[in-house]
Each structure stands twice: as C-alpha cells, then as structure tokens.
Nanobody, 126 residues
Framework: QVQLVESGGGLVQLGGSLKLSCAVSGRTFSRYAMAWFRQPPGKEREFAAAISWSGGSTYYADSVKGRFTISRDNAKNTVYLQMNSLKPEDTAVYYC???????????????????WGQGTQVTVSS
C-alpha cells in the first residue's frame, strides 16, 4: 500500500520560511515524479511545484517561482518543499502527491497523480 506522510507545516510570519517534507512508502520512489499542490481556504486545489523522477527537472507555479524550491532525496524516499519569503496568500493546506506513471518528468494536472498525503496546514500571518 502506498503511503505519503507530510510534515513541517505550521504558523509563520510574513517573510518567514518553512520546509515541508513528504515521506513515501509502498512505491519505488526513485522512479516517480513528485509534486506539491495546495488548497487555500475556500478555493480549489492548485499546483505549486513538481520534480521529475530523476530530480533533474523542476517546475513551479508562477505564484511561488523564485521563493519555493522542490527537491528530493531518493535514499530517504522523501520529497521536500523549501518555502521562503512567505506571504499571507501562501496560506493553504499543502499536499504531496506521487505521479501515476513511472519515469515521467512532471505534470501540472492533479489527475496525473494517484496517491496523496493527508495534507499539512501552512498559515502565514501578516
């Protein structure tokens, strides 16, 4: 059974930083692209960042580009999201997800990801 467990969320002030982690089990982690999505309060889930199976390619939503960094450690079966210069509009529940196909680069559509974590709350206060 595939499981994704996120951690690292919390309350932070404007301009602060947080690092999210997502540990994956039950799938050969190193063969799959990973992504972070987020769902702001009262809004639809949206793409934030993705990383290819090899880690050689990354992609970011315009809203987080230059502030967030996605990375992966295949030895630890873990994907990370380093978030800097946080803004109140970054407040959301953050979800990690694993791509449904092996050896893909990345996709922006949540449909392309078949397993999801439970979510971790990030709140940025002004």
């Amino acid at each position: 059974q595939v499981q994704l467990v996120e951690s690292g969320g919390g309350l932070v002030q404007l301009g602060g930083s947080l690092k999210l982690s997502c540990a994956v089990s039950g799938r050969t982690f190193s063969r799959y692209a990973m992504a972070w999505f987020r769902q702001p309060p009262g809004k639809e889930r949206e793409f934030a960042a993705a990383i290819s199976w090899s880690g050689g390619s990354t992609y970011y939503a315009d809203s987080v580009k230059g502030r967030f960094t996605i990375s992966r450690d295949n030895a630890k079966n873990t994907v990370y999201l380093q978030m800097n210069s946080l803004k109140p509009e970054d407040t959301a529940v953050y979800y990690c997800a694993v791509h449904r196909s092996r050896y893909s680069d990345y996709d922006l559509d949540p449909y392309d990801y078949d397993y999801w974590g439970q979510g971790t709350q990030v709140t940025v206060s002004s």
